[in-house]
């Protein structure tokens, strides 16, 4: 059954970057038909799209997030990335990664999330 | 960017109760919806794709319905497990989320 991991630091200082990284397992990251993406929930509210990236590198991002975001792909690693620059309080937020089936574009399969908080 | 709108935002509800949730798109989005189930600490699952198509594995009392701009979630007959928060997303532009319904106990 495919997992998906998120890892990274928990605690980010405003202004700096926020860089998650979703590892899979028990499926290839290359397969064709999948999207990979991040979504965000801050504590106690609702769920936002962050962005989706595909295993050739086509980014899809979400434009209320503009220039700060950045997605990245390794498929030696079987690994994707998030970068969230010059991040503020409004940044924290349970971070998912998770697996969007590319024909009827539902987000299928979820990383159990994690913990990210801006703070000085 | 197209906004969804879920209601009603809380919901409270007897274990046996037919329960019906309402998502309404800005603008059409065809059959481009899926809904969520969600529980505390937990990620959430999906339980309906393009509308109406029940995912795999998800009981047969969740059924989704609609196209254009209004959809609806029901849940033929609630029970213990299904106390949680569901969530509405469209993915015709882009991919955005309702802002969630509560299903609490009565």
């Known amino acids: 059954q495919l997992q998906l991991q998120e890892s990274g630091p928990g605690l980010v200082k405003p202004s700096e970057t926020l860089s998650l990284t979703c590892t899979v397992s028990s499926g290839s990251i290359s397969s064709d038909g999948y999207f990979w993406g991040w979504i965000r929930q801050p504590p106690g509210k609702g769920l936002e799209w962050i962005g989706h990236?595909?295993?050739?590198?086509?980014?899809y991002n979400n434009p209320s997030l503009k220039s700060r975001v950045t997605l990245s792909v390794d498929t030696s690693k079987n690994q994707f990335s998030l970068d969230l620059t010059s991040v503020t309080a409004a940044d924290s937020a349970v971070y998912y990664c998770?697996?969007?089936?590319?024909?009827?574009?539902?987000?299928?399969?979820w990383g159990q999330g994690m913990l990210v908080a801006v703070s000085s | 960017d197209i906004q969804l709108t879920q209601s009603p935002s809380t919901l409270s509800a007897s274990v046996g109760d037919k329960v019906t949730i309402t998502c309404r798109a800005s603008q059409t989005i065809d059959s481009w919806l899926a809904w969520y189930q969600q529980k505390p600490g937990k990620a959430p699952k999906v339980l309906i794709h393009r509308a109406s198509n029940l995912a795999r594995g998800v009981p047969s009392r969740f059924s989704g319905s609609g196209s254009g701009t209004e959809f609806t979630l029901t849940i033929s007959s609630l029970q213990p497990e299904d106390f949680a928060t569901y969530y509405c997303q469209q993915y015709s532009t882009y991919w955005t989320f309702g802002q969630g319904t509560k299903v609490e106990i009565k």
């Open positions: 990236i595909y295993h050739t590198g086509n980014t």
């Open positions: 998770a697996r969007t089936d590319s024909d009827a574009y539902y987000l299928d399969s």
